[in-house]
C-alpha cells in the first residue's frame, strides 16, 4: 500500500468539527471568477434577505460587466470592481467582506481560499476544493488556525433525491448501509475542447487538464452524497482506495473528427483514460464505488446507489427503490411517491418550492446558497465543513497515484487527525 502522510496539528490549531462563529445579520460577499457558475450565484443570492456582493474580481471585462447589470437588474447597488490578476488579493483584504464566494479555474481555488481565510474571511469554493494532497492539507490548516469556514460548493448533495434517500437513511429505512456507489459520467468532449461561449480554444485549462493528468480529476459530485449517507469523519472514515482506468480513446476520437487528424487538438496526448474506476474502503468495512467519464457518448449519470441491509435505492437512469422483504421487485410509481413524501427532507418542506420557482430543476443551487447564508447569519455550523471539501477533493491526487502504481491501494489521510469518530452521524443546524 502506498502510504500517505498525516502532519502534526499546528501549535494553537484545534479541529473545526461543528464549527460556530459570530452570526453575520447581512453577509457580505465578495465573488472572484464570474464565469456561468458565479453569475448564476449572483442571481440566487438576490432572493436572499441579508446579503450584499460588494466586490466583483475578473480579469475579462465583460463577464464584470454581466455581474453589474445583474445587481442593476435586481436594484441593487453596484459592486467594487477588480480587474489584475492580483486583484483578488485586494478583494480579500477589504474589511467590508464577511464571505468570499470563489468560482475559478480548479488549480486556483485552494490558493485564494487560503489567502481569504489568512485574512478572516469564510470562503465558499467550486469543486474540487483542492487537486493536490498539499492543497488539502493547507485548506485544513488554515480553517483550523483562523476558526473560519471553509465550505465547497457541492450542489450535488441538495438535490431532492439525494436529500429525501439521507433522510430515509438517518430514518432507519435501508437498514445498515454497507455499500455505496456515486460518479460523474457525462459527455463534455465539446465543452473541454471548447471555452464557456462555445468557441474553439484548444489550450483552455480543462484540456491541458485532461493532457497532463489521469485518475479521476472530478470525483465530488457523485461522492459527496454517499460519503454523507456514510456518516465519513462523523463515526466512520475512509481508509484506502484502489483506482483504474481504461486506456484513452473518446477524447482524440473527437478532436480527430471535429478538427482533424491534423489539428492541435487532435495531436495532444490526452492521459486522462475514459472510465476510471476507483474502489474505497472505510474504517468500519463498508465500500464506496466512484466513477468518472466524460470522454464517451453515455447519458448524464451520477448513479447515487444505496446497498442496505433493509433496502436499495438508486437515483438513475430511473429512480428505484426496493425494501426487505419484497427486495426483488421495486416499488412502484406510487408507492415511490408516498414513500418520499413520507420522508421529505426538512429543507425541501421549507424552501423547495421556493428553489423550484427561482432555479427550475437547479433547485439543487438554490438549496444550497440558501442554507450558507441561513448558517452564517445564524452563527450555526455549515453543512458541509472543511473536511468534506478535502475528504472528496483528496481522490484527484489519490487516485492519479494508485493508476500510476497498477492499481495499488493507497492510504487516505484522516483530515481529522484522528477526530473522525467526535461527532457521531451527520446533522444539519436549525
Known amino acids: 500500500m502506498i502510504k500517505t502522510q498525516l502532519p502534526p496539528r499546528g501549535e494553537g490549531q484545534k479541529n473545526v468539527l461543528r464549527l460556530t462563529c459570530e ?50 437588474n435586481y436594484n441593487h447597488k453596484k459592486a467594487d470592481e477588480y480587474t489584475d490578476k492580483e486583484g483578488w488579493k485586494l478583494l480579500c483584504q477589504r474589511p467590508d467582506i464577511d464571505l468570499v464566494y470563489i468560482s475559478t479555474d480548479w488549480l486556483t481555488h485552494a490558493p485564494m481560499a487560503v489567502y481569504a481565510m489568512q485574512q478572516g474571511k469564510h470562503v465558499a469554493l467550486e469543486v474540487p476544493a483542492a487537486t493536490t494532497l498539499a492543497e488539502c492539507w493547507q485548506l485544513v490548516d488554515t480553517a483550523e488556525q483562523t476558526q473560519r469556514h ?55 485549462w480543462q484540456t491541458m487538464y485532461n493532457v497532463q493528468h489521469t485518475g479521476n480529476p472530478y470525483p465530488t459530485h457523485g461522492l459527496g452524497p454517499v460519503c454523507q449517507l456514510l456518516n465519513i469523519h462523523r ?5 484506502y482506495l484502489v483506482s483504474m482506468s481504461t486506456k484513452q480513446y473518446g477524447m482524440k476520437q473527437y478532436a480527430q473528427e471535429k478538427f482533424g487528424p491534423d ?32 470522454s464517451n457518448p453515455r447519458p448524464y449519470t451520477r448513479i447515487h446507489l444505496i446497498n442496505g441491509s433493509n433496502g436499495y435505492a438508486q437515483k438513475y437512469p430511473v429512480e428505484r427503490i426496493a425494501l426487505y422483504p419484497d427486495s426483488e421487485n421495486v416499488l412502484n410509481e406510487k408507492q415511490m411517491s408516498e414513500l418520499l413524501q413520507k420522508y421529505e427532507h426538512p429543507f425541501l418542506k421549507k424552501m423547495g418550492r421556493k428553489a423550484i420557482e427561482i432555479c427550475g430543476e437547479r433547485a439543487r443551487d438554490f438549496l444550497m446558497d440558501y442554507r450558507l447564508i441561513y448558517c452564517l447569519q445564524n452563527g450555526l455550523p455549515l453543512d458541509q465543513d472543511v473536511y468534506d471539501a478535502v475528504e472528496w477533493s483528496c481522490l ?26 467526535k461527532v457521531q452521524e451527520l446533522s444539519f443546524a436549525e
Open 150 to 204: 471553509c465550505m465547497m460548493l457541492e450542489n450535488c448533495c441538495y438535490d431532492s433525491f439525494e436529500l429525501n434517500t439521507l433522510h430515509m437513511a438517518q430514518q432507519g429505512v435501508f437498514g445498515e448501509i454497507l455499500h455505496v456507489e456515486g460518479a460523474y459520467i457525462h459527455d463534455l468532449r465539446e465543452r473541454v475542447l471548447s471555452n464557456e461561449f462555445g468557441k474553439r480554444h484548444p489550450s483552455n
Open 263 to 294: 489539428s492541435l487538438e487532435a495531436s495532444l496526448d490526452y492521459r486522462l483514460g475514459d472510465m476510471n474506476s476507483t474502489l474505497i474502503r472505510t474504517q468500519k468495512g463498508k465500500t464506496i464505488l466512484v466513477q468518472h467519464n466524460i
Open 23 to 72: 452570526p453575520l445579520k447581512t453577509v457580505r460577499v465578495g465573488m472572484i471568477g464570474l464565469g456561468v457558475r458565479a453569475t448564476k450565484a449572483i442571481n440566487r443570492f438576490m432572493y436572499l434577505d441579508g446579503v450584499e456582493i460588494k466586490a466583483l474580481c475578473d480579469i475579462i471585462p465583460s463577464n464584470i460587466e454581466l455581474s453589474q447589470s445583474i445587481l442593476f
Open 396 to 421: 484527484v491526487e489519490l487516485t492519479e497515484m494508485s493508476v500510476l502504481n497498477g492499481s495499488m491501494p493507497v492510504e487516505i489521510p484522516d483530515f481529522t487527525r484522528g477526530d473522525w469518530d
Open 235 to 239: 463515526g466512520d472514515k475512509m481508509n
